[in-house]
């Protein structure tokens, strides 16, 4: 697809290229991004998870703190009971933007494309996050890549986030960072939920 244009088009496209970067900061808030953890579009809907639901941290059995370094997770593996609350406090101690996402080894697959086309579209920039491009239409159908999952959480170098995850059951449960390469480098850890 090419996009053409002509010069004196030019100050109506920055114009509003301007008014939409601006709306976008201001959703963009501190620059830390959740995925649903209590601002942007909670309602964005993630696909079946049989292995549990958001939780409250009001109603969280324990906190689990997580690392994410450059392509390795701190700790590796997790272990839970069904029906637990976990409140996941995540910090991004490496230099490239990293994701924790909990999921099915297909749910990250799928994922693993929409990381993609972020990073095409210029939202993902290796070690910060274009938050005015992160509310503009990408793809062929045109949806915004507004990254707000209850399961997730996407930050950039030295920033934190919060997850509260209640564990249902058991399965195929991985967390992992889908930003391109970094699954396929070993970015990825298992959940075992008894």
Not at 56 to 61: E, G, I, R, T, V
């Amino acid at each position: 697809m090419s996009i053409n244009f002509r010069f004196h088009k030019l100050p109506s496209l920055v114009a509003a290229l301007a008014i939409i970067a601006a709306g976008s900061a201001q959703a963009a808030g501190s620059g830390d991004h959740h995925h649903g953890a209590g601002h942007g579009n909670e309602a964005t809907p993630v696909g079946p998870m049989s292995f549990g639901n958001p939780g409250k941290a009001a109603d969280a059995d324990r906190v689990v703190e997580i690392v994410m370094g450059d392509n390795y997770f701190e700790p590796e593996t997790l272990s839970f009971t069904a029906g637990e609350t976990i409140h996941f406090k995540v910090v991004n101690s490496g230099t490239l933007v990293h994701e924790f996402n909990l999921g099915t080894p297909s749910y990250h697959e799928a994922h693993q494309g929409e990381m993609m086309m972020m990073q095409q579209h210029g939202v993902l920039m290796g070690d910060h996050i274009n938050h005015e491009m992160m509310n503009m239409p990408m793809g062929d159908d045109g949806h915004v890549m507004r990254h707000d999952h209850p399961n997730s959480v996407l930050l950039e170098p030295g920033k934190s986030g919060d997850i509260v995850w209640t564990f249902t059951s058991g399965g195929d449960i991985e967390f992992a960072c889908n930003v391109p390469g970094h699954y396929a480098a070993g970015m990825v850890g298992t959940v075992d939920v008894e």
